[in-house]
């Protein structure tokens, strides 16, 4: 089958496309028939050899996928091929097709296309996993979101929306200030233009946000630390910004607030699974009420993933890149 290989790790101009073997399903995963697959972040650092795959997974990029079940394992239940659907991978998603365990594999919200059902599992996943399971955003609360227009800020600015939440973002262009204060967001702040933490603090009555959803790490600690609100939680998924910094703990204790870090590639099936369960309970409903949507700013057919990955590293998107196959 038809799969994107890296000759070693570097630039885009080790991308190409390969054959490698078809996968054959264990006994407790299926094989899916990809249609589209999602273009990540942590697939440009897989590419530059700064993330390799967990223990087991496919050595091939690919965190996302939709598609159709291809193939069943024998102690699979409720999936049967041709079953449409998308999942959330540990790797292996720039392929025809992939092997998936089954609890990773959640059915297509009604009213997303197939190929659009792709820009959902690694975002909501994330988002939910981290804003709601980690750190319990609750109606009336603050959410301040780094990275707005990115696919994972689309989908945290929706979902914060949805539950009743006030919603801050930071964003680099007046386009994608525009575009997340239609999402919802009550203040977008443009961080080439303004100081991002001022804006946050006035915006609050210096009260703070409750709940920060941060993907550039060291460059934003600080700041992030300064603009947590009372029992405020500070939860970070990325490092853009770097992995070290400072930790003000007399600014974290006086305020009762807590730093967390997580992420999403090296949890167990077991924990995946239960996060995907909550997804499909508490979101797919949203999103079958049009109160969310999945972000697409463009797609490349499988051919052209040098492109898509080059829209990713230049930062102009909104939402969701996706290759189709």
């Known amino acids: 089958m038809r799969a994107v290989v890296c000759d070693g790790a570097g630039g885009i ?7 490698i073997e078809d996968p054959i399903p264990a006994a407790d995963e299926v094989v899916i028939d990809v249609v589209a697959a999602g273009v990540n972040r942590a697939d440009l650092l897989q590419r530059q050899g700064h993330y390799p795959p967990p223990p087991g997974a496919p050595g091939t990029i690919g965190l996302e996928v939709s598609g159709t079940i291809a193939a069943v394992g024998a102690d699979v239940e409720g999936w049967s091929v041709g079953d449409e659907c998308c999942a959330l991978l540990a790797g292996g998603g720039y392929a025809e097709k992939v092997v998936v365990p089954a609890p990773q594999v959640m059915p297509v919200p009604d009213g997303v296309d197939l190929i659009s059902a792709a820009a959902l599992p690694e975002v909501v996943a994330t988002v939910w996993s981290n804003v709601f399971m980690t750190a319990h955003l609750k109606a009336g609360e603050t959410l301040l979101v780094h990275g707005g227009a990115s ?4 989908m945290a600015i929706q979902l914060g929306v949805a539950h009743g939440a006030r919603v801050l973002c930071t964003v680099g262009s007046r386009d994608k200030m525009d575009f997340c204060t239609r999402l919802g967001a009550d203040v977008a702040i443009n961080y080439k233009e303004a100081e991002w933490a001022s804006v946050v603090n006035e915006a609050t009555g210096k009260a703070g946000a409750d709940v920060i959803l941060d993907i550039m790490g060291a460059k934003y600690l600080a700041d992030n630390v300064r603009s947590l609100a009372f029992d405020g939680r500070l939860v970070v998924i990325g490092m853009q910004g770097g992995a070290k910094a400072e930790l003000d703990l007399g600014r974290l204790l006086s305020r009762r607030a807590s730093v967390t870090g997580t992420g ?3 949890r167990s099936v077991k ?3 239960r996060i995907l369960e909550e997804v499909v309970g508490h979101v797919w409903p949203l999103i079958e009420a049009k109160k969310v949507r999945p972000i697409v700013h463009t797609t490349f057919p499988l051919a052209d993933v040098a492109r898509a990955h080059e829209t990713l590293e230049q930062s102009t998107q909104i939402g969701k890149v996706l290759l189709t196959l």
Do not use: A, P, Q
Request: glycine content about 24%.
């Open 13 to 19: 101009e080790v991308l190409t496309i390969g054959e």
């Open 151 to 154: 696919g994972i800020g689309t």
């Open 264 to 266: 999403l590639r090296f």
């Open 271 to 273: 924990d995946k699974g």
